[in-house]
T-cell receptor
C-alpha cells in the first residue's frame, strides 16, 4: 500500500535553532498536511497545503507542497521548548468521499534543549 | 466550541475480554474516523462513519467494529482482546469528507494484560 517516508525519525536540538523535516511518497497527493502531537494528546492540525508549490506559514512554522506533488517540507524557525512533540505529515488524493484515504507518515520526534 | 471528547481515557483489560470506546465529535461534524496508534506501526486507520454509515474501513480483523448514532456520536468495539491490541485509540471528527483536515480527541489508552 501507499507509504509516506518521513525524516528524520527524531531530532534533538538546542533552543533557538531552526528545524527542517520532510516527507516523501512514491505516489502523488493532492493535499499535504502537517500535524503535531504532544504527549498525552491527540494530533493537532498545523498546516494544510492544497496546491503544488504552495508555501504556507503558521507563525514560526512554514510548510511547502513539493512541486512534484510527491513531497512536502516543514520548517520551524527559532525553536522553543514548547515545540517538543511528534510531527506527522499526511497526504491524501481527496477521492472516494472518505477521510480514510489519508495516509500518515511515522512521525518526527522533536526534542528541544533549553 | 467543545473539542472531540473520548471516553474512557485509560482502561485496562485482560485477554479475551471486549471493550467499547466512545467518541463525541465537534458539534456540526458528521464524519468520525477512528485510528489505532502504536509506537511500531504509527497511526493506522480503522474506520470512518458519516451520517451513521460506514464510509471506509482499514485493514483490521473483524474483531474491530464501530457504529455511529444519529447525533454523530460514535463507538468502537474490540472483541476477544489480544495483547497486541494495546494501543492509543484516537477518534477524529471532520466537517467534510476527503479534506484530510481532522480534529482529534485525546484518545483512549487501552492496555491488554
Amino acid at each position: 500500500g501507499q507509504q509516506l517516508n518521513q525524516s528524520p525519525q527524531s531530532m534533538f536540538i538546542q533552543e533557538g535553532e531552526d528545524v527542517s523535516m520532510n516527507c516523501t511518497s512514491s505516489s502523488i497527493f493532492n493535499t499535504w498536511l502537517w500535524y503535531k502531537q504532544e504527549p498525552g494528546e491527540g494530533p493537532v492540525l498545523l498546516i494544510a497545503l492544497y496546491k503544488a508549490g504552495e508555501l504556507t506559514s503558521n507563525g514560526r512554522l512554514t510548510a511547502q507542497f513539493g512541486i512534484t506533488r510527491k513531497d512536502s517540507f516543514l520548517n520551524i524557525s527559532a525553536s522553543i521548548p514548547s515545540d517538543v512533540g511528534i510531527y506527522f505529515c499526511a497526504g491524501t488524493r481527496n477521492y472516494g468521499g472518505s477521510q480514510g484515504n489519508l495516509i500518515f507518515g511515522k512521525g518526527t520526534k522533536l526534542s528541544v534543549k533549553p | 466550541k467543545a473539542g472531540v471528547t473520548q471516553t474512557p481515557r485509560y482502561l485496562i483489560k485482560t485477554r479475551g475480554q471486549q471493550v467499547t470506546l466512545s467518541c463525541s465529535p465537534i458539534s456540526g461534524h458528521r464524519s468520525v474516523s477512528w485510528y489505532q496508534q502504536t509506537p511500531g506501526q504509527g497511526l493506522q486507520f480503522l474506520f470512518e462513519y458519516f451520517s451513521e454509515t460506514q464510509r471506509n474501513k482499514g485493514n483490521f480483523p473483524g474483531r474491530f467494529s464501530g457504529r455511529q448514532f444519529s447525533n454523530s456520536r460514535s463507538e468502537m468495539n474490540v472483541s476477544t482482546l489480544e495483547l497486541g491490541d494495546s494501543a492509543l485509540y484516537l477518534c477524529a471528527s471532520s466537517l467534510g469528507l476527503n479534506t484530510g483536515e481532522l480534529f482529534f480527541g485525546e484518545g483512549s489508552r487501552l492496555t491488554v494484560l
